[in-house]
């Protein structure tokens, strides 16, 4: 095992790395969480956040009784997602999002407040700790259904 810790003087500092993982490495790896003290922080050099809608099309009535399925990966394990909403330029902000589990995944349900309107949207997650986000597009419709001519069986008589 290789070790490493901060001169003297300075805050305590040590890391760890087994050698002969680090020795097995490909030349890309990276490092992914730095513990110091009771604090982890986790370091994602890239956007890896993302998230999927199960139904991204619904109706206003669906989406503001039943919700809709949400799920993601990517995030911080054990980090909060915020979790905000933007359908034809009115925005939502929900109080309370999932928590991401030690894989940094999570599945939610997500129910609109009354008053949505309808027409595209953009759902946005931000894990709160990494900084991730994923947005993925929805649709809400009005849940009208045009009218369809239905021929009627008969004789029509014009006058005139």
């Keep these: 095992m290789t070790e490493g810790a901060a001169a003297e003087g300075a805050a305590a500092f040590r890391a760890t790395a087994d050698a002969d993982a680090a020795a ?17 922080t986790y370091f994602t050099p890239q956007p890896t956040a993302t998230a999927t ?3 991204p099309e619904l109706t206003v009535a669906e989406a503001t009784s ?3 399925a ?11 997602i915020s979790v905000s909403l933007t359908v034809s330029e009115t925005g939502a ?5 999932p928590v991401a589990d030690a894989d940094g995944a999570f599945t939610a349900t997500v129910v609109l407040p009354a008053g949505t309107v309808a027409g595209p949207g953009n759902l946005e997650l931000l894990g709160t700790a990494s900084g991730q986000v994923a947005a993925p597009g929805i649709r809400i419709t009005d849940g009208a259904v045009a009218p369809v001519a ?4 008969g ?3 014009f006058t005139g």
């Design 155 to 157: 004789r029509a008589t």
């Design 150 to 153: 239905t021929p009627v069986p």
């Design 70 to 80: 949400v799920s993601g990966s990517g995030f911080a394990p054990g980090e909060r």
């Design 53 to 55: 809608v199960a139904d």
């Design 66 to 68: 039943t919700g809709f």
């Design 24 to 40: 097995a490495a490909a030349a890309d790896a990276h490092i992914a969480s730095l513990r110091f003290d009771d604090t982890t």
């Design 93 to 97: 902000v929900f109080p309370v999002g």
